[in-house]
């Protein structure tokens, strides 16, 4: 069973960036599909983007609509890491971000860190 620690979260100004890190033990990044999510206060978890693995050095990454072009999911496989880089913060991306692994052959992320709070203020 894989267990997930976040951190990088702190407060920023609008248009700062912020890199969360996300790391792993217990198991290895590629044998799950990583995602990170956030949850804003009085609203549900939402996805922000997520990262698989198609073997060898192949990988594929998806995003929210909202975060497209500002925030970079990556990892450093050698460190069982899994990173999401944050550019240009808006207020609206204030929210306490969640890593999160699932495997591959079901739907349900079952995997969750304890999150980082991620401050933007205008």
């Known amino acids: 069973q894989v267990q997930l620690v976040e951190s990088g979260g702190g407060s920023v100004q609008a248009g700062d960036s912020l890199r969360l890190s996300c790391v792993a033990s217990g198991g290895t990044l590629e044998t799950y599909v990583m995602g990170w999510f956030r949850q804003a206060p009085g609203k549900e978890r939402e996805f922000v983007a997520s990262l698989r693995w198609g073997g060898y050095t192949a990988y594929y990454s998806d995003y929210a609509d909202s975060v497209k072009g500002r925030f970079t999911i990556s990892s450093d496989n050698a460190k069982n890491a899994l990173y999401l880089q944050m550019n240009s913060l808006k207020p609206e991306d204030t929210a306490v971000y969640y890593c999160?692994?699932?495997?591959?052959?079901?739907?349900?992320?079952?995997?969750w860190g304890q999150g980082t709070q991620v401050t933007v203020s205008s």
């Open positions: 999160a692994a699932r495997e591959r052959s079901r739907p349900n992320y079952a995997y």
